[in-house]
Each structure stands twice: as C-alpha cells, then as structure tokens.
C-alpha cells in the first residue's frame, strides 16, 4: 500500500520536513484517517501533499516506524515518516481532478481525509504527470 499524508505548508512544510529529515506524524484525530495510520507498515511509500492555498503533492516519505500510542493523547496514534525527495514539479489538486482516472482516488472523493490510500496506478501516475507534466 501507499499513502498521502496533508499539511498546510504554513504549519509544517516539505521544505521544513527535508531540513528535519524525519517526523512524527502527528495531530491526526479523524477516525478514518487514523485507521489508515495504523494500516501503515514499515518502508510503504508515502506522497506529502501541501493543503491551503498551493493544493499540490510536493514530495514523498517512507514509513520509518509503524503506529504507536500518541505520547500527547493515548487515545490516537502517531507514525514516524522519513523524508523521500521533491517530486520533479509539484502535481496539483487541478490536474489530478482534471484527470478522469482520478475519479475514486480519496483525494478527489474524500478531499478533506488527512491521511489516504494511494493505490499503486495512482502513485505511478502521479510520478509521471510530476515527471512530464
């Protein structure tokens, strides 16, 4: 499985998150999105989506450390992500809509879920519209 997680680039940004390096994914009290948290696994790969005002997939991660008790609210989780790389070029929330094979992607149909499945045809053509434009 693959995943999208969503940050408002003013709160915490990709930029931020290469300077870091790694980050405990936190702040996620969404049923749903929990429920994806703890579907994570070790080494899944994972865009990093900025929500507001750019609306775009700006770069990946990697599941470093699976779901555990959130040290701040034991009633949530929390994972801990490893920085990937940039995409080539941002892919924004336009293209990806504009695109019908999108249609039942999460982030067109749930916009607002914070942590999302990304299936593996999905991913491959986020890559290459990132790619290629």
Do not use: C
Not at 37 to 47: Q, S
Not at 59 to 76: F, I, Q, S
């Amino acid at each position: 499985m693959r995943w999208l997680v969503k940050e408002e680039p003013d709160n915490y940004s990709f930029a931020q998150f290469q300077a870091e390096g790694r980050t405990t994914w936190a702040g996620v009290s969404n049923p749903v999105a929990q429920r994806n948290l703890r579907a994570m696994k070790k080494g899944e790969k994972v865009f990093f989506y900025h929500t507001g005002k750019q609306k775009a997939i700006v770069g990946t991660a990697t599941v470093d450390v699976v779901a555990y008790p959130d040290p701040t609210n034991a009633k949530l989780v929390v994972v801990e992500l490893a920085v990937g790389k940039p995409l080539k070029r941002p892919v924004t929330l336009a293209e990806i809509k504009a695109d019908k094979r999108f249609a039942t992607m999460p982030l067109v149909r749930i916009a607002r879920l914070s942590v999302q499945p990304v299936t593996d045809d999905e991913w491959d053509m986020i890559e290459a519209m990132s790619r290629f434009g």
